[in-house]
């Protein structure tokens, strides 16, 4: 379970304190997601980015299966961020060298070697994603749609229970975007024991993609509310 508490988020600048997050508070079951909409500058991004341990917040707390990431040593942090939490992005930030498969498997670079088992299941990805024939194509050579769907890919293949995506079809079109929101709800449900199934927060203009999860907020001038 994901449990955030009255978290807030304050810039200083030389006109005064300007306030982005104001307590912002809510919690998220394991197989649920979450759809933050709002205005652009409303503080979408720096909400997952603290979610994501990225930055720290000024105040508030949160949990993800009872461990507090924001409590922990630097180097603590940045392994409960690489084994719990997977990002998408709206810009797929593949590398333009690397295969389908070599892109899906960079997350494991830090651990210096890639597994028998890491690898078949990134395979597995790529087919469950229909692009098991797409597993050596450079980015170049694929279409918007199938980079994004590489990406998502990767932000999955260590497990993560907690997956935060911004604006992840900002840059499709209305098909293609219909295709990742259908796969977001797939890998919801893709856990038999419901303690296990992964959580989905993301950022969203787009309205159709936000009413197609479980929830849905609206974050503006600070304030995180229902919708």
Do not use: W
């Amino acid at each position: 379970m994901l449990n955030v508490s009255q978290i807030t988020k304050d810039y200083p600048t030389r006109s005064g304190t300007i306030s982005v997050l104001k307590d912002c508070t809510f919690q998220l079951q394991p197989g649920r997601s979450l759809a933050v909409v709002g205005p652009s500058g409303s503080g979408k991004s720096t909400l997952l980015n603290i979610l994501g341990t990225l930055e720290p917040p000024t105040s508030g707390t949160y949990e993800l299966d009872g461990v507090s990431p924001l409590g922990l040593a630097e180097n603590e942090r940045a392994a409960f961020r690489r084994d719990r939490i997977g990002f998408i992005f709206q810009d797929h930030h593949l590398l333009p060298q690397c295969g389908a498969l070599e892109n899906v498997l960079i997350p494991f670079l830090a651990d210096g070697s890639v597994s028998p088992s890491q690898k078949s299941y990134a395979e597995e990805l790529l087919h469950r994603f229909g692009l098991g024939d797409r597993r050596d194509h450079r980015p170049a050579e694929l279409s918007g749609g199938e980079r994004q769907r590489v990406a998502i890919a990767r932000a999955l293949v260590r497990k993560p229970r907690l997956v935060l995506a911004d604006e992840p079809t900002g840059n499709l079109d209305r098909t293609t975007a219909a295709t990742i929101a259908e796969l977001f709800q797939s890998l919801l449900e893709q856990h038999e024991n419901p303690k296990n199934q992964m959580m989905l927060i993301l950022v969203t203009h787009d309205r159709e993609l936000a009413r197609r999860m479980n929830e849905v907020r609206e974050l503006d001038q600070g304030l995180l509310s229902g919708f």
